[in-house]
């Protein structure tokens, strides 16, 4: 089974430009996750959806961050404009399902991540 | 945000010891999760934790979820290199809100 797929990998951009990160969760799993990793602040939950629908957006830093999900299968975390204090490791979390009462509904499962650096 | 409390922050072996890390927090957990992040990489799940009490082994390692739900650890035996890496510990709660709260990490380094 593939995994948590995030694209690209790497990016370095400059002040100003816009930025949009992806990522493929698991096939069948129905709750996505979006982190930001650094060294300051640790991983920082942004947002996370729920068949589709985002749920708690509650860490998304500033009005600059914005996700979407258009399917089950694709999402994107785009920032606009991005600044050099944007630059972290963003991650992407998928895991099984949503119904509230399943056990192991929590366990989440993230992919590679993207390491952003805006100069 | 809230965070658990995960300890030591960093541990310094020689290859072959044993090594044990724990997470304590304010608040009860239904769900403890226990995660290791190589260099470059996502964290990737090592063990998970469903109810009180509950034992788990896989391979080298052993968790324990604590039976007052507020704290688990996480035991690697006769550690080798590639144990190295970042530990994190997490939490979760079934119903309410599905976010996992994380431990700030253990960092481990091993001396061969």
């Known amino acids: 089974d593939a995994g948590v797929i995030q694209s690209p990998r790497h990016e370095v951009t400059e002040m100003g430009q816009e930025v949009t990160l992806r990522c493929k969760p698991i096939?069948?799993?129905?709750?996505l996750f979006w982190y930001r990793q650094t060294m300051m602040r640790g991983l920082e939950l942004l947002i996370y959806?729920?068949?589709?629908?985002?749920?708690?957006d509650s860490g998304m830093p500033e009005d600059r961050f914005s996700a979407k999900m258009p399917n089950a299968s694709f999402s994107t975390l785009k920032i606009q404009p991005s600044e050099p204090r944007d630059s972290a490791v963003y991650f992407c979390?998928?895991?099984?399902?949503?119904?509230?009462?399943?056990?192991?509904?929590?366990?989440?499962?993230f992919g590679p991540g993207t390491r952003l650096l805006v100069l | 945000g809230q965070q658990l409390n995960q300890s030591p922050q960093s541990m310094f072996i020689q290859e072959g010891e044993d090594v044990s890390m724990n997470c304590t927090s304010s608040?009860?957990?239904?769900?403890w999760l226990w995660y290791k992040q190589d260099p470059g990489e996502g964290p990737v799940l090592l063990i998970a934790?469903?109810?009180?009490?509950e034992l788990t082994s896989n391979g080298r390692l052993t968790a324990q979820f604590g039976i007052t739900r507020k704290d688990s650890f996480l035991n690697i035996s006769a550690s080798i290199p590639s144990d190295v890496g970042i530990y994190f510990c997490?939490?979760?709660?079934?119903?309410?809100?599905?976010?996992?709260?994380f431990g700030q990490g253990t960092r481990l380094t091993i001396n061969p």
């Open positions: 979390a998928s895991s099984p399902h949503f119904s509230g009462l399943a056990v192991g509904q929590e366990t989440q499962y």
């Open positions: 096939s069948g799993h129905n709750s």
């Open positions: 959806f729920n068949n589709n629908v985002p749920i708690d």
């Open positions: 608040s009860i957990f239904n769900t």
């Open positions: 934790l469903y109810k009180a009490g």
């Open positions: 997490a939490g979760g709660r079934i119903q309410g809100a599905q976010k996992l709260v």
